[in-house]
């Protein structure tokens, strides 16, 4: 009884991650600009002035100002509306491939880790077989296959986003697979499956939150060129990049920026999430 009365008080307050969260200037900054852009997505439908995809012959070319913010563009429509639309349909297809791609690698790479043998060397050949085609060369194939759309994109930036992925969590299992924790799973009977599940991939997860995290910048890049190649998101959607690819100046330069500020909050809170987790900084 005297032990527990005389026990510490469980702490209150903030955890130590997000105490660590606040005091990373890049982690804030970056999570400020990653909610905006994500609030704006998600709301998109709702706080659009016009109709992003309504046609107008009487208004085209208009310059901004007036009833048209940023103006509008040689079909008439409005490109403050087609800009905050395009942030919903470049975040769709950025967080579906994340999605698929997180999924898909982590597994393939865990396997390949665990096995190892045959198995991780013909998995990791597939993947080099994949690294050695430019990214461009394969989304061009699978859109000539099955033709420019909205899954297209998702399906092609799959294929070459899933290897670099799959490398990360193998060569975290491989690193932990000798540890006395997993062998100490081994010896006990404990299946494989579960071994993964509740003692491997706890462990590395938060490597593969800021890979993720500085992974949707980079997708949302190879969308809008995609976009701009004419093999992507096709119209009447709007996307970023087929806004820079008209070549209209306002339309051009707000998609630019809006794209640039976007990559540029992801990737710093990739970078500031990089700093929270890991663990050598938790001194300094």
Not at 266 to 276: A, E, I, P
Request: hydrophobic fraction near 55%.
């Amino acid at each position: 009884k005297t032990d527990a009365l005389n026990a510490p008080a469980p702490r209150r307050g903030l955890s130590d991650f997000q105490i660590r969260f606040l005091r990373s200037r890049n982690a804030m900054i970056g999570s400020i600009i990653v909610a905006f852009v994500a609030i704006v997505a998600l709301l998109a439908p709702w706080i659009t002035p016009r109709d992003p995809t309504k046609v107008s012959i009487m208004a085209t070319w208009l310059p901004p100002g007036g009833d048209h913010l940023l103006g509008t563009d040689a079909l008439g429509r409005d490109v403050i509306s087609r800009l905050i639309m395009g942030a919903r349909v470049s975040l769709t297809v950025a967080l579906s491939v994340l999605a698929i791609t997180m999924t898909f690698g982590t597994l393939l790479g865990m396997v390949a880790a665990w096995y190892r043998g045959h198995v991780d060397n013909v998995l990791m050949r597939f993947v080099d077989i994949i690294f050695a085609f430019p990214e461009l060369i394969i989304a061009i194939i699978v859109a000539a296959a099955m033709g420019p759309g909205t899954f297209t994109v998702i399906v092609a930036l799959a294929l070459v986003w899933w290897p670099g992925i799959a490398r990360m969590p193998r060569a975290l299992v491989l690193s932990l697979r000798e540890e006395p924790f997993v062998e100490a799973g081994i010896a006990c009977g404990t299946p494989t499956w579960r071994i993964m599940w509740r003692h491997l991939l706890p462990n590395i997860v938060s490597p593969m939150i800021v890979r993720a995290s500085l992974g949707v910048g980079m997708i949302i890049m190879a969308e809008a060129t995609m976009s701009f190649l004419g093999i992507g998101v096709q119209e009447p959607y709007p996307t970023w990049g087929g806004m820079i690819s008209d070549g209209l100046p306002n339309l051009a330069l707000s998609a630019s920026v809006a794209l640039g500020i976007t990559m540029i909050g992801f990737n710093l809170l990739g970078d500031g999430l990089r700093d929270v987790l890991d663990p050598k900084s938790r001194g300094r």
